[in-house]
C-alpha cells in the first residue's frame, strides 16, 4: 500500500480530477470556444473543489471537537501536530490556501499552506489543452506538462510516505516553496499563448472585426464601448459576440497555422480576361 500511494495513486487523482474537463472538452462546439487559458482556469478550479471535498470527507465529522485558534481558524486536538482548518484571515492572505494543515505544538501565528491539487491540476490542464488545440509537432509539448505533474506528485507522496529520506526531502522542500507560483506561471503561458492565437486569427480572419476596430481601436475599447452603450442588452450582445468570434480567431491563427501573404494588385498591363467557360457548352 505504501507503494502504490506514490506510484499508482498520483496517476489515478490526476486522472479523476481531469474527468470533467476532458469530458466536458470533448464537445467539439465548446472545444472550439477554449483557450488555452480556459484549460488552466477550469484545472484549477477543478483542483481547489477535489482538495475542499478532500478536507471536508476527512475532517467533516470533527466540527464538534474543533477549538477556535486565538489568531484565527480551528484546530482539531488529535496530537501534538493536530489538524488545523484556517480562518478568513488565513485564507485570504495566502496564494491558493489549502483547505486544511498541521498546526505545530505552541504556534501562536498559523498560516495557511499552499495546496498542491490546484497546483498539479492547473500544470495538467495546461498539457491538456496543449494536446486537444495544438497542430502538429506542437502537439507533443504537451506531455510535459503532464510527465511533470505526474513527477513532481509521485515526489511529493514518496517524500511524505519516506520522511526520513533526505534526498527526497531535498527535492520536495525548494518545489514547495515554489508552488504557489505554478499556476501563475502556467495561467501566463496561456494568456499569451491565447493572444498570439487571436492576433494571427484576426489577420487570418478580417471579417470578424467590428467597424470601430478596423479604424485603429483596440478590440477591447470597440467591445466596451457598445457594451455600455445599453446596458444590458447591448452588454450581452457584446459578450455573445466576443465568445462567437473566438471560434473562428482561434481557429484561423492556431499553432502551426500559416498566414497567406497579402498579393499587391496585378498592374494594367498584366490583367487578361478569360474567356468565358460557359460559353462552350
Known amino acids: 500500500m505504501k507503494t502504490a500511494s506514490y506510484a499508482v495513486d498520483p496517476v489515478i487523482e490526476e486522472l479523476m480530477k481531469l474527468a470533467p474537463l476532458l469530458l466536458v472538452a470533448w ?8 483557450g488555452l487559458t480556459d484549460y488552466v482556469v477550469l484545472g484549477a478550479a477543478l483542483g481547489a473543489g477535489f482538495g475542499l471535498l478532500e478536507a471536508v470527507a476527512r475532517y467533516g465529522l470533527d466540527a464538534d471537537r474543533a477549538i477556535a485558534h486565538p489568531a484565527g481558524g480551528w484546530a482539531v486536538p488529535d496530537s501534538l501536530r493536530a489538524p488545523y482548518i484556517p480562518g478568513v484571515e488565513q485564507v485570504f492572505s495566502a496564494w491558493f490556501p489549502a ?3 498541521a498546526l505545530a505544538l505552541g504556534d501562536r501565528s498559523p498560516a495557511a499552506a499552499t495546496s498542491p491539487h490546484p497546483v498539479y491540476t492547473a500544470l495538467a490542464a495546461l498539457g ?5 488545440r495544438g497542430r ?3 502537439r507533443v509539448l504537451g506531455v510535459l506538462p503532464l510527465a511533470a505533474t505526474s513527477g513532481l506528485h509521485m515526489l511529493t507522496n514518496y517524500a511524505a510516505a519516506y520522511p526520513m529520506d533526505r534526498d527526497a526531502a531535498d527535492w520536495v522542500e525548494p518545489f514547495e516553496g515554489m508552488r504557489w507560483a505554478v499556476p501563475l506561471v502556467c495561467l501566463a503561458v496561456a494568456m499569451a499563448a491565447d493572444l498570439r492565437q487571436l492576433w494571427r486569427g484576426k489577420a487570418v480572419v478580417p471579417g470578424i472585426l467590428p467597424q470601430a476596430e478596423r479604424t485603429g481601436r483596440t478590440g477591447l475599447s470597440a467591445l466596451a464601448s457598445y457594451g455600455s452603450w445599453c446596458v444590458p442588452w ?3 450582445i457584446a459578450l455573445r459576440f466576443a465568445r462567437l468570434r473566438a471560434v473562428p480567431a482561434l481557429r484561423g491563427g492556431g499553432w502551426g ?8 494588385p496585378a498592374p494594367y498591363g498584366r490583367l487578361v480576361r478569360r474567356p468565358d467557360r460557359r460559353l462552350r457548352l
Open 27 to 34: 464537445n467539439v462546439r465548446i472545444r472550439r470556444q477554449w
Open 99 to 101: 483547505p486544511q494543515g
Open 128 to 132: 491538456v489543452g496543449v494536446l486537444l
Open 136 to 138: 502538429g509537432w506542437t
Open 234 to 236: 447591448s452588454t450581452l
Open 257 to 264: 497555422a500559416v498566414i497567406p501573404r497579402r498579393r499587391e
